[in-house]
């Protein structure tokens, strides 16, 4: 069985700032992958970032970027000077089970300030 | 880009009556279509797997006759949801992959539809 815990429900950040957004996980499989997913209030999934269990350098882009640490199982997500635009949850998630399956965290809401 | 559409985008029905929601992937073919549930304010759960011309495969707890998938095309998907009560109002979204990734290191990106926000009366 596979896991994702986001252990922060709400963040606050100031525009233009940075914020990092938590997450762990757990799987058994030796192969997986990462997603971070952006949901506005309008309900759509929007992809933001993937990283690889094997990939050597960490995922980055644009304005995103994905802190792999594959010994302490977390990815979590960077992002770079926040715009009130990117006020939205943001859910981790783990593709496993041989790279069919995606589990989802519980999710971060995050609230960019003005 | 990869778009991916569902129709419709909310539906009121009955209890007891049938609704079938449409997933297409707009301009590309998915080799593998995603049904998930979300209710508010919490996580998308899987519901089941579908790849096209066999059968989906359920997540446990997933009612196969329930929530019919069927996966007629490499465009199209479709979720019916028979015999519906209220506590099957929730948000229903799809994913589909992109054939074309195949091979690269983008293969397993999803792509979400925007959602169909089911309410059962």
Known sequence: AQKITQTQPGMFVQEKEAVTLDCTYDTSDPSYGLFWYKQPSSGEMIFLIYQGSYDQQNATEGRYSLNFQKARKSANLVISASQLGDSAMYFCAILSGGYQKVTFGTGTKLQVIP | ?121
């Open chain 2, 1 to 121: 880009g990869a778009v991916v559409s569902q129709h419709p985008s909310r539906v009121i029905c009955k209890s007891g009556t049938s609704v079938k929601i449409e997933c297409r992937s707009l301009d590309f073919q998915a080799t593998t279509m995603f049904w998930y549930r979300q209710f508010p304010k919490q996580s998308l759960m899987l519901m089941a797997t579908s790849n096209e011309g066999s059968k989906a495969t359920y997540e446990q707890g997933v009612e196969k006759d329930k929530f019919l998938i069927n996966h007629a095309s490499l465009t199209l998907s479709t979720l019916t949801v028979t015999s519906a009560h209220p506590e099957d109002s929730s948000f229903y979204i799809c994913s589909a992959r992109d054939k074309r990734l195949a091979g690269t290191r983008h293969l397993y990106e999803q792509y979400f539809g925007p959602g169909t926000r089911l309410t059962v009366t």
